[in-house]
């Protein structure tokens, strides 16, 4: 089992940037893909970007496209998401997690993180 811890969620105005990490421990997760999932108030837990193994492919959800960016670590046993232009949309909890498939769909993920929240103001 791996431990996923995420970090620098916090309060950003409209068109800022933070940058969102995701510590593991307990195990290596050079082979599994990671994934940034995001939960805003009242609504379901979706899909924000993923990247593979070895970081050579990255995948985004529509409405972040062009604006975040995923990376990944693996010396550092870490995740990254760098999220520029921000919204008040992109309010949420964001939630780092660990699959073995390439794969973007929630189910297909069966190690999470806390969560971090992320706010943004108008």
């Known amino acids: 089992q791996v431990q996923l811890v995420e970090s620098g969620g916090g309060l950003a105005q409209s068109g800022g940037s933070l940058r969102l990490s995701c510590a593991a421990s307990?195990?290596?997760?050079?082979?599994?893909?990671m994934g940034w999932f995001r939960q805003a108030p009242g609504k379901e837990r979706v899909f924000v970007a993923a990247i593979s193994m070895n970081g050579g492919r990255t995948y985004y959800a529509d409405s972040v496209k062009g604006r975040f960016t995923i990376s990944r670590d693996n010396a550092k046993n870490t995740v990254y998401l760098q999220m520029n232009s921000l919204k008040p949309e992109d309010t949420a909890v964001y939630y780092c997690?660990?699959?073995?498939?390439?794969?973007?769909?929630?189910?297909?993920?069966?190690?999470w993180g806390q969560g971090t929240q992320v706010t943004v103001s108008s």
């Open positions: 997690a660990a699959s073995p498939y390439l794969s973007t769909a929630l189910p297909r993920y069966d190690n």
């Open positions: 307990g195990r290596t997760i050079s082979g599994d893909t």
